[in-house]
């Protein structure tokens, strides 16, 4: 399950949970989220930024082990999400996406690989 902190107008956090968070392990995320307040809704309408649901960040992977300093179990991600309703948001393409409202399944990859090709002329391949 995600549950979503606001911090401010523009900037929210998911965090990847397998449990409902308890009253105090609420409390210490609004503390480690620098008073970002949790949200009761399971879905956020608009357009944000984010990172690419198949590549956690290095900064996801210290806030989760930040929790578990914390005493806080059971997360599984975290990541920041800032909200950009102009037409043609600027963003990294190779590490961020755009993402038209913020749900349970922003993190869900539901993508198969692709077979293995084999090159004998990269050459040609290229062309």
Known sequence: M?????????????????????????????WLFSGAQPLQITSLDGQYIGP????????STNAVEITQNMGIHGISRI??????????????????RVYHGLDNSIF????????????????AYNL
């Open 79 to 96: 990541e920041e999400f800032h909200r950009d309703d102009s037409a043609a948001p600027a963003f990294d393409k190779m590490l961020q």
């Open 108 to 123: 869900l990859i539901d993508t198969t690989p692709a077979p293995i090709v084999h090159i004998e002329d990269i050459h």
């Open 52 to 59: 690419r649901r198949e590549m956690i960040t290095p900064w």
């Open 2 to 30: 995600i549950q979503f902190f606001r911090k401010d107008a523009a900037t929210v956090y998911a965090v990847e949970t397998d449990h409902e968070l308890s009253a105090e392990e609420l409390e210490k995320f609004t």
